[in-house]
């Protein structure tokens, strides 16, 4: 019989916490929580209008010697666990801090948590993108996770998606994974649960290259652009100053620079070679996905995929 946790002493305080979440539901946020990377022993910082919710099972799934620091511009609205902190359940595991999260980041010690997670739609709560990736990369430790939910579909006068990604690259983050399923139930974020994660990798990129990239990671499984349309959508550089970023394309497969080709149609480069195991290896890749070739060329047009607003006919 598995032990359980020292720390379940509070497990009537968490369902006082969170009324209507049986023990089943929170071991199996708990769970999810440690498949996204959040183990026993770390230092959480999680921030969002929808937190209330994630302190139990972040709880739970640090254990002893974790730490989850909850940021939110009005500590009032989680009297519950404002309660339960300083009643002294939670004294040693949960502060929760009056601040805004970009303040925050910005004054903590350096490489001082091992994960930040936002519990709502990336796009709802920040304006200035770099400077939050910047301040979060501080933030975390060298390979620390940043787990976000950034819906996919846009909003209106809120960053993009591809603003994001090249605000992510920029700092230096690597695209862990993305999966679709339910974070908690999907009770505190956006959309259906779209979780990126991110990896503190301390790669940073130039302003051109995370631009490529974050073009590249927009093209849809099933579906191949060109070198030029990347370059006309970016409105820089040429076809060939695109292959160069992508020949040092740090994060495949999770940015898809297999789904990029030549202008006549042809597989162009991977890896750095033209020829040999490594075009084998993107035309797998490609058919893999459904994108097939023949006699050297892409068999379906209908795959050419387009950026909005670039002319279909100019490849």
Known sequence: MTSEPENDHCVPELQAADRGRDRRSRDADSRLLRRLGIRSGDRVVVFGGGIGGFIPPLVHAVEVGGRVTALQRDAARFPAVDRLVCEGSWKNVVEVIETDGLSYLETASAASADVVLLAIDLRQLIADCPRFFKAVARALRKEGRLL?????????????????????????????FRRRFRLLHSRHVASAGDIFGLENAGTRLTPFQAGVLAATRLVPRGCVTTYGRIS??????????????????????????????????????????????????????????????????????ERLWEFPGLSPDRP
Do not use: Y
Request: with cysteine; proline share 8%; net charge positive.
């Open 148 to 176: 976000v939910n950034p819906c996919a579909g846009g909003v209106p006068g809120r960053i993009g998606l591809e603003a994001m990604w090249r605000a992510l690259f920029s700092a230096g983050f690597r695209p862990l």
């Open 232 to 301: 006309r959508h970016l409105g820089t550089g040429s076809a060939l100053a695109v292959g160069q970023a992508l020949k040092r394309n740090p994060f495949a497969p999770m940015v898809p620079c297999h789904r990029v080709i030549a202008a006549d149609l042809r597989p162009g480069g991977f890896a750095g070679e033209r020829t040999g195991r490594a075009i084998s290896r993107k035309l797998a890749l490609l058919a893999a996905e459904g994108v097939r070739f023949a006699g050297g060329r892409l068999a379906d047009p």
